[in-house]
């Protein structure tokens, strides 16, 4: 009989990894094997008092009892990340006083604690590897502890139990449904711990654990658990959104506390409908006029300007915020829309004068149709009073992009106001406030305006 001593002190772990930190090591190990090794099939069983973890077919070199020695560095696809798990694994479960050996081919592994008299006497794990007359192709793992205990750690192996679930897999794990799994979260279908804050259970295949596998970080999971969710939206829309939508706005969990940044900034390119149906939903519960708002403060803002506004927690109006705009922006969009267009025929002499001559110039700086330009022009009284103009662009069913362009009456009292506004926002065909290419339009369509004035000066075409 070979006796092998391993450099791991007893109290390693100790206080922090018990009998299911042990089981889930073994079990966690013989998974991984089964998936790079398609031919070493895990089974798991429980008879005559032993919980059996077997990965059929395989035989391990004595090697993989070195501390350190692992398959699994530089790899994010194991469950185990360290390479330490079995090891580590069979200390706990010695730790606690309970039974456990390995049969691995033709020899039989036992682990036990005791002194060494390479560390001062200290107690440290060793392996008695003992050469057994039967032979058998397979590494299986003994641990005896009662088949209750077993019973009521075998959940938490989502492989195990999954078929009894309702399970939504994807790309990035799985969401699980069942109220009874409310919080649980699991880490390559192995649990890791229950977060109260959440409203269902999650299966992640890439996320980070602590070394003792026992915690992932707040931000992460969070994230995480909202990535899980856009999976399940884009999966399912007419399902998922409605749900997804009653649990930020009941604000009592936090699975979707990052879902607005996802949705803002379309990683995948994958959220433009789910924006449009949180939006639905929104406006089906409170009508057209209806935005989102955070406090009654903006909500009187809003009304100021013929919109309703509506109060709704802060995760939800973010990611409401992707369709509608955040405050501000829904606040100028409001002030915009809020007037009455008026008919060129209701304006004074001078006025209509002023906005006729004013087209004329800027349909001479810019070529084109005036009869297209006449009717992109349209005269408004904007109930936000410093407000000069506004261009808006649009797109019909057949994809024609229709513009127009929007005036302050009172721009129209004299032409060289009418000119500067209409030069102004026609430049916004080419880029917004503050850009080179609006600066470089506007410059453009001032100059040739002032061209062809020199070579109309006197000729009083304008007025005809």
């Not at 002194?115 to 057994?132: C, L, P, Q, T």
């Not at 009172?410 to 065909?429: G, N």
């Amino acid at each position: 009989m070979a006796k092998f001593e391993l450099s791991i002190h007893e109290d390693y772990l100790a206080g922090r990894w018990g009998t299911w930190e042990g089981v889930r090591e073994v079990v966690q190990n013989a998974l991984d094997a089964q998936d790079d090794y398609p031919g070493y099939p895990m089974e798991i069983s429980h008879t005559e008092g032993y919980l059996q973890i077997r990965n059929v077919g395989a035989v391990l070199g004595q090697e993989v009892l070195l501390l350190g020695k692992t398959t699994k560095d530089g790899r994010n696809d194991q469950r185990g990340q360290f390479g330490e798990g079995l090891k580590l694994g069979l200390l706990a479960l010695v730790r606690q006083g309970i039974e456990v050996y390995i049969m691995n081919g033709s020899t039989k592994w036992t682990p036990f604690i005791d002194r060494s008299e390479n560390f001062g006497d200290e107690r440290v794990m060793w392996i008695n590897v003992r050469k057994m007359q039967k032979r058998e192709e397979d590494f299986t793992v003994y641990i005896k502890i009662p088949k209750s205990e077993w019973k009521s750690l075998r959940g938490r192996f989502l492989d195990l139990v999954k078929g009894d679930l309702d399970v939504l897999d994807h790309a990035e794990g799985s969401v699980i449904m069942d109220p009874t799994e409310r919080g649980n979260v699991y880490a390559k279908g192995i649990f890791v711990k229950n977060y109260p804050y959440l409203q269902y259970g999650y299966n992640f295949n890439n996320i980070q654990l602590d070394r003792d596998r026992g915690m992932i970080d707040d931000w992460d999971l969070r994230y995480a658990a909202a990535k899980a969710l856009k999976a399940a939206m884009v999966a399912d829309q007419d399902k998922w959104v409605p749900k997804a939508y009653k649990i930020l706005e009941a604000d009592e969990s936090k699975d979707l506390e990052k879902l607005a940044s996802q949705l803002k900034y379309d990683y995948d390119g994958d959220t433009a409908e789910i924006r449009q149906g949180f939006a639905d939903i929104f406006t089906g519960e409170h009508g057209d006029e209806a935005v989102p708002v955070s406090c009654e403060e903006e909500a009187a803002k809003v009304a100021f300007f013929g919109k309703k506004g509506v109060v709704v927690p802060t995760d939800l109006r973010m990611v409401l915020a992707t369709h509608f705009g955040d405050t501000e922006a829904i606040l100028q969009k409001a002030s915009v829309s809020a007037g009455e267009f008026i008919d060129v025929r209701d304006l004074d002499i001078a006025e209509a004068r002023n906005l006729k001559g004013a087209i004329r110039l800027l349909y001479l700086a810019d070529a084109g149709s005036l009869d297209d330009l006449e009717k992109q022009i349209k005269v408004f009284d904007f109930q936000d009073k410093n407000r000069l103009g506004i261009y808006e662009t649009g797109t019909l069913v057949d994809g024609t992009t229709l513009c127009r362009i929007r005036i302050a009456r009172k721009c129209l009292e004299s032409i060289a106001r009418a000119v500067e506004v209409l030069i102004h926002e026609k430049a916004h065909e080419e880029g917004t406030d503050g850009t080179l290419d609006h600066g470089h339009r506007v410059e453009n369509l001032w100059r040739r305006v002032t061209e062809n004035l020199l070579e109309m000066a006197g000729s009083g075409w304008l007025f005809e």
